[in-house]
């Protein structure tokens, strides 16, 4: 199982990226996708999730208006467009894939670093 993130990199406050996460070694499609960040000193929190079949979203509080999560099932991939970034998104961003059946089966990716700075 493989959740690879890419996209990251140092931004102006303002600005805008797009996250992606690469997903290989697991049935794709059947997990619900979500996107995490924990900043130095912080509790990692949700930025955002999707369904497995790319229905219902949410959002952290902090995210909602800004950010915009979507996935590609035929590409195993999910998205995290940030717009409007602040200073306080500064983090480092994780991909996490879960389906809860009769177990819970949970993944992450290595995380990539996000800086607003100008």
């Known amino acids: 199982v493989q959740l690879v993130e890419s996209g990251g990199g140092l931004v102006q406050p303002g600005g805008s990226l797009r996250l992606s996460c690469a997903a290989s070694g697991f049935a794709f499609s059947s997990y619900a996708m979500s996107w995490y960040r924990q900043a130095p000193g912080k509790e990692r929190e949700l930025v955002a999730g999707?369904?497995?079949?790319?229905?219902?979203?949410n959002y952290g509080d902090s995210m909602k208006g800004r950010f915009t999560i979507s996935r590609d099932n035929a590409k195993n991939t999910v998205y995290l467009q940030m717009n409007s970034l602040k200073p306080e998104d500064t983090a480092v961003y994780y991909c996490n894939a879960r389906r809860v059946a009769m177990t819970t089966e949970d993944y992450w990716g290595q995380g990539t670093q996000v800086t607003v700075a100008s």
């Open positions: 999707i369904g497995s079949g790319g229905g219902g979203t």
